[in-house]
Nanobody, 127 residues
């Protein structure tokens, strides 16, 4: 069982930056691949970024590539999402997710891949 708690969301102006954190409980955090998803009002939850269990491989949605960076610190049981050059279309609730099924990295883009989810943190980008 893994519990995930996101933090770091807030209100930021267009072009600004935020860093989201996701703290995980449990001693086996390092065995989980981690992902960030987001959901804007009236839209489906969409993939943002993912990182393999050892942190060697990262994956990004095209819409955030070059602006967002996912990283993890297994000693702190925490995964991060550094978000730079934020745009109004980045406004959403951001969710952290974990999966113990680390095989087939091509499936990291899908919500069904993940077994555990956080409660979400709101990110609002204003112009």
């Amino acid at each position: 069982q893994v519990q995930l708690v996101e933090s770091g969301g807030g209100l930021v102006q267009t072009g600004g930056s935020l860093r989201l954190s996701c703290a995980a409980s449990g001693r086996t955090f390092s065995r989980y691949a981690m992902g960030w998803f987001r959901q804007a009002p009236g839209k489906e939850r969409e993939f943002v970024a993912a990182i393999s269990w050892i942190g060697a491989n990262t994956y990004y949605a095209d819409s955030v590539k070059g602006r967002f960076t996912i990283s993890r610190d297994n000693a702190k049981n925490t995964v991060y999402l550094q978000m730079n050059t934020l745009k109004s279309e980045d406004t959403a609730v951001y969710y952290c997710a974990a999966t113990a099924r680390s095989e087939y990295s091509s499936t990291y883009y899908y919500t069904w891949k993940y077994d555990y989810w956080g409660q979400g943190t709101q990110v609002t980008v204003s112009s």
